[in-house]
Every structure is written in C-alpha cells, then in structure tokens.
C-alpha cells in the first residue's frame, strides 16, 4: 500500500476525538459505570421477558398467564385459538410488537450499541479497531431499524388493551372468572401494579422521537393556520415527555418485568394479592 492510498483511507475514516482503540480515553470519571450497569439491567429484563413469553409455555404450561382476575401484560391482548399446537406461546402472536418497538427504539439503539458493541463504549472512549468496517444501519440486521416508525403506529394496538385490562384488574368477579358471577369494585395490589406499569408504557410510546417527529415535523410555519397552531400545542406536549424518553424507557421496562413476576407468583400460590373490596 502507498503511503497516497493509506492517507486516503484514513481520510475516509470519520474519526471523532476520541483516542484509538477499545477503551482509550483521557476521562478520569468512572465512565464505565453506566454502560455496565445498563447492559445489566436490559439483559435480565430482556432476557426474563423474552422466557417468560415465548419459553415459559411450551416449557412448563400453562402457555398463558391469568391470575385473580390479572393477566399478565406479556399476553395482552390474549389470543387462543382452537387446537393451537402446545409448542405455541399466545405471547409470540403479540410480543413482536413491543420487542420490535423497543429493539428500534432511537434510545435503545444508542444504549445497546454502547453496552453490547462498544461503539463507542462511552462519549470520548475509543471503540474497537474491528468497528471500522461497521456499515451503520445500511446492511442487515440493523437496516430493520428503519422499521421504527411503523411499530410505534403498532405499538399502540396492544397499549389499548393494556388499559382495558387495568380496568379489569379493578373488578372482582364472585364466581373467581371473568364474566363468571356477579362484579364488585376492588382496589388490589396487583391493579395498582398494571396500572402504573400501564401508565409507564404509555408514557415511553407517547415520548417516542418518531411520533414527535409525526405530529410536529415538515411544518415551515406552525401558526398559519388552526390546524398547524394544535400540532404545535401537541408537539409542545410530546416535546416534554421526549426530554424524560430515556427514563419512560428503563421505568417501563423494569415494571412490565415486574408485573408478569408477580401475576406468575399469583398463578404458583407463591403470594396473595392483598386488596380492598367494597
């Protein structure tokens, strides 16, 4: 190689401030701390959820989670048919959808591709010498990412019935079953854990960047006319939820965790949901 093709190669590189090689930094902080801890926390939660859905059934049965009157937001909504084959969790007819929003997640991406690729590992940290032939999100797997938007609009069939089930989870039915006796009014501390798991998840999706960009992009002037002064009063709205998106993403998915944990320690007799009934 002359030493013309290797200066031209290397200004082909971008190359930010950070030193060269995985890990080389002039930071004193502990920069480390935050990417570790990260890649803790989204492992256990991903990986559990990811079992609890789709292996959990097949595995041990029952495929489905329902437990005094909660169901597990990992099956919602449920989705039975007749003679499903046993290998089947109900939880892959729906899960693709909040895996593959949160997998595209503009968030996500930023934190994964730290934590699990080291590109780079940290602000002002080098990254691996082997990154350099990395091509983005142009080749596949990762030009799926693109697919973002799209599971946002998704995303938000599956957060209806989250709701719907929340509602439930505040009713008591006399005969044990829904829509078996006769319905009373309850406040139990499994309610109160798919309510806030519900409000978390509504939160993370309305804070999405794509769903800002939906309501108050490609607009050179918002106060024109009516319609453009409500998308901008919307986007304000988003706006301020999407400075948080990155704490509705870590909240929502400790507790959607959280929540299929406890309707399962329900369904094992391992707890009794204290509640209060009127």
């Given at each position: ?20 090689g995985f ?104 990254e691996p ?150």
């Amino acid at each position: 190689m002359t030493v013309q093709s290797a200066v031209l190669r290397a200004l082909r590189k971008p190359r930010g401030t950070a030193e060269q090689g995985f890990g080389r930094t002039q930071r004193k902080d502990a920069w480390a701390i935050y990417p570790v801890v990260q890649a803790l926390v989204f492992t256990i939660c991903a990986g559990y959820l990811t079992f609890s859905g789709v292996l959990w059934g097949p595995l041990f049965g029952p495929q489905f989670v329902r437990a005094d009157g909660y169901l597990s937001p990992l099956f919602s909504p449920l989705l039975v048919f007749k003679d499903m084959p046993t290998w089947l969790s109900p939880g892959l007819l729906i899960l693709w959808i909040p895996i593959g929003f949160r997998a595209t997640c503009y968030y996500y991406r930023k934190a994964y591709y730290r934590f699990y690729f080291a590109d780079p590992p940290g602000c002002a940290v080098g990254e691996p010498t082997v990154h350099r032939g990395f091509k983005l999100e142009t080749a596949f797997p990762f030009i799926l990412q693109n697919l973002h938007r799209y599971l946002l609009y998704l995303a938000f069939i599956p957060l209806f019935f989250l709701w719907l089930d929340v509602i439930q989870g505040f009713v008591n039915w006399s005969g044990g079953e829904i829509g078996n006796g006769v319905a009373q009014p309850r406040i139990g501390f499994g309610g109160v854990v798919l309510l806030l798991n519900t409000v978390l998840l509504t939160g993370y999706s309305l804070s999405c960047h794509s769903l800002r960009h939906l309501v108050g992009g490609r607009i050179d002037c918002f106060s024109c006319t009516a319609a453009r002064r409500v998308r901008y009063s919307l986007w304000q709205r988003l706006t301020d939820l999407n400075r948080n998106h990155m704490w509705w993403a870590w909240t929502s998915l400790v507790t959607v965790t959280f929540a299929d944990i406890y309707v399962r320690a329900l369904q094992a007799g391992l707890l009794t949901d204290p509640q209060i009934r009127f």
